[in-house]
């Protein structure tokens, strides 16, 4: 029989910089802040990691490579009622506890959502422009 790693779900932030927050399977603490970092290109120690839930069941896991981002769907699984599938504005909510997804996606999104409405392609991914309602 193989020996498989615990697998945790972590809740990773820079706090100076909430820009990417999201969440992370990982064996350990360490690795999730790692893994965040490489991707995000924070320094290292820059990312902190809160356990969220420990010991998740594979069952609950869409792919058990790890570590790796979070799905919607591992956490509904895991009983996160999702509060907005809008990609780069993604929230769901745990018991009292809210957790909203880093914005600068969302901007990067906005951003060439303006630049394509200019040249009349709409708006491709679905923003809103700042300040009209959609």
Partial sequence: MEFQKPVHLYWITV?????????????????????FEEYEGFETGEAEARLIERN?????????????WAKLSELEALGFEILSRTPHLRSVRKGEETFVEGYLQSEIAEARDDLAET???????????QGKPN
């Fill in 15 to 35: 706090p100076d910089d909430p820009s990417e927050d999201w969440f992370v399977f990982a064996s350990q603490a360490h690795l999730a802040r790692q893994f």
């Fill in 56 to 68: 998740v069941r594979s069952h609950a896991l869409a792919d058990p490579e790890i570590p790796r």
């Fill in 119 to 129: 040249v009349g392609r709409g708006r491709p991914f679905g923003t809103r422009r």
